[in-house]
């Protein structure tokens, strides 16, 4: 049953817990972005209009809803480097939430409601972080990232990109072979009709096939039209 102190764990876990390992998460983004002097860069807390911004901050009204970091190109451009640009978030709030769980273990922190559940969404951030598959956005996450560059050697938005052009080609090939056969059968059409309206003759003079006998029916009729319009004109 959801009891009462389960709506308290629901309010307090939506409208402080979250938003501040939201905050955790995307710090890390911005400590590596600052240690890698990334210009133009700025940690959004929350949703909707601005409340206020301060340099390199900028806090929404639905502060609870939403968090993300924006930065331009890193400076160090090697695979290290942006390597730990997407294992930074993964490091900070695991790092946050085995350190609370110490001290919670320790008897530091009191082992109450707000301990246990902030530990528990640090660890589910850090949880799905981890797990290297691409987003339905198309967006790759950390852990995919990170995979991209140790397995492939490269970045996932330009591994991503090869795949789309590599896509576009195949996609161009079968256009191009589906034309191929489609003027193929095109050609074998018109030997066909050809065929059809050039039709061979016997030694009697009388044209053979289907097509050739559908001339002679239609010939019959208008031959009968031609002798019922006579009747009718010459009585």
Known sequence: MFSLIDWFRLFMAALFILPIVTIIRESGYYLVATLLRGENKKLIVGSGPILFTIPTVEVRRYFFMYSWMEYDELKP???FWHGLIYAAPIMMTGGIAFTANSLVLNGVLADNIFWTTFIFYCFYYVLFDVIPVYLPDGQPTNG???FDLIWHGERSDFKRQK???HKNQDNQRSYT???EETMQ??????EERGDHTKPSSDSSGENTGANTESQKKTKENRDRDEAERDDHTNP
């Open 144 to 146: 995919r990232a990170i």
């Open 177 to 179: 072979e589906a034309q």
């Open 77 to 79: 451009k090697n695979r």
């Open 163 to 165: 795949e789309n052009n």
């Open 185 to 190: 059968n095109r050609d074998q059409d018109d």
